[in-house]
Every structure is written in C-alpha cells, then in structure tokens.
C-alpha cells in the first residue's frame, strides 16, 4: 500500500513536470519570434546581443508605416472569415448526408476527398495560374482565395463534422421526422444545436488552416488581394532575412489568430462545461 501511495505521489510530482517541459518547447519558438521583434536588424545577427540588448519599436512602427501592415491584415481576415462560412456552409450539409443518410459510396467518398490532400500542390499551381490570369481573369482577387482555401480545407471540414454527427443518435433525427420537420429544420433546429462544439472547434481549426495558408496565397496574389502571408514572404533581403523586422511582421500576423485561438478555446470550454453542469 505504502508503494503505490509513493508512486501514485511521484506521478502526480513528474507527469506536471513533464507537460510543462513540452509546453514550453513548443512555445519557445513563438517566444524567441516575440524576442527578436524588439531587435535591431543588426543586433538581431550578433551573438553578443543574444539576450542582452536595447528594445526597440523601430521593426513595428517600420512594418505600420512603410509596409502597409494594415491592408494586408484585412485582406487576411476578409480571405479566411468568408473561406471559413463557406467552408462550413458546403461542408455542414455534406457531412449531415454522409451521416445520417449513407450509402454504399459513402465510405468511398470520404476516402477520395482525403485523397485530395495528398496531391501536390506545385502540380497544379502552373495551371491554376494560368487559367485565372488569362481566361477567367480572377488571378489577385479575393474571390480566387477564397475559393482556393475553401476547397483545399472542405475535405477536412467535411471528416471533422462527419465524425462529430455520428457520436449524435440517429434516432433523434428519425423523431424530428416523425413530426413533420423539414431537412433545412433537422439541420437548424435540431443537429446545429447539438453539434454546435465540433462545429466550433472545426470552424476555428478552419480559419488557422485559412489564417497560415502561405503556398497559394503568396503565389495566387500580387498586391490587391495579398495576405499577411505575402508581406512576411516579401520582408526578405538577397543575402538573407532580416531578423529583427521579419520578426515584427511575423508576431504582429500571428498576433490574432493566438488572440482568437485563446478566446474560443476559453467560450468553448465554459460552454461545455455549463452544458455538463446544466
């Protein structure tokens, strides 16, 4: 008794331990991104000047003033908040289908749109480009991005709800039936409000997917419709980068989406726990 009571004591000391080790090395790399924000370019290079140094807000006040910080962080919002809706808007329907009405291709299905993710990116980039650019000129538009992130997203989405609808009896659907409800009522009524975490927690998933999305929005925009993803692309010098200021352009993008990951995460969890509770 003695030896359990000593090991259970020893789990409860090391495994604490052991999570806050792999949380903060996980977290360094956003912390040293922070650090070095407040560097000079030069001192960003110099090891004398690794830990310690002058702050400055030279790299932010340059990124505001000179490099329209601001458009290009609208253009991030615009693409990801209507790249996410529509995301969901497809992929709420699709997966309530597959879960509820499913059919022999069904499995098929869900296969083939995974299958998606795996093809090269690069493959088809050549194409697209020039498909948009001299045919349906669209290239550099909001559209074209939202439509690029919406489709290389929906596969996911779509798993994510599909996984999230099973856990839900399909008895209680067969019952909104029995009572006359539409398939647009068993959807709004009756499967939004009970999946309404997985599909928050997918949501939010979807607009960081859409957020750090820098292969196709770097190369499928030029200035109209450019993201943060392209002004951290372009803080770049020939010889190298610049520390200091590509570390302030790249905190100041992932600012938000740290921002907006917390504050839903906290919703979800209170949401969730007064739901247990009521």
Not at 102 to 117: C, G, N, Q, V, Y
Not at 132 to 161: A, E, Q, R, S, Y
């Amino acid at each position: 008794m003695a030896a359990v009571t000593e090991r259970s004591k020893f789990s409860n000391v090391i495994w604490p331990v052991v999570a806050w080790i792999v949380a903060l090395i996980f977290f360094f790399p956003i912390f040293w991104l922070v650090f070095t924000s407040f560097k000079t370019d030069a001192d960003a290079v110099k090891p004398e000047f690794l830990f310690r140094f002058t702050p400055t807000l030279e790299n932010y006040t340059n990124m505001t003033e000179n490099y329209d910080y601001w458009r290009f962080a609208t253009n991030s919002v615009i693409t990801s908040t209507f790249a996410t809706l529509f995301a969901l808007f497809v992929g709420v329907p699709s997966a309530y289908a597959m879960a509820f009405n499913p059919s022999r291709h069904t499995k098929d299905i869900l296969m083939w749109m995974l299958s998606t993710k795996m093809l090269p990116a690069a493959a088809v980039l050549y194409p697209m480009t020039f498909l948009t650019k001299n045919f349906l000129g669209i290239f550099d538009t909001h559209f074209l991005v939202i439509l690029v992130l919406c489709l290389i997203n929906l596969p996911i989405v779509i798993w994510m709800l599909f996984t999230y609808f099973k856990e839900i009896p399909k008895e209680i659907i067969e019952a909104g039936k029995m009572d006359g409800v539409s398939t647009w009522g068993e959807i709004k009524d009756i499967l939004i409000p009970l999946a309404w975490g997985g599909i928050a927690s997918t949501a939010l998933l979807t607009f960081i997917f859409c957020w750090n999305e820098a292969y196709w929005t770097v190369r499928l925009t030029t200035i109209d419709a450019a993201t943060l993803s392209k002004l951290i692309e372009g803080n770049r010098a020939p010889e190298g980068l610049f520390f200091g200021r590509l570390s302030a352009v790249s905190t100041a993008a992932i600012a938000p989406i740290v921002i907006l990951g917390w504050f839903c995460q906290k919703q979800l969890v209170q949401g969730l726990t007064f739901g247990a509770v009521k």
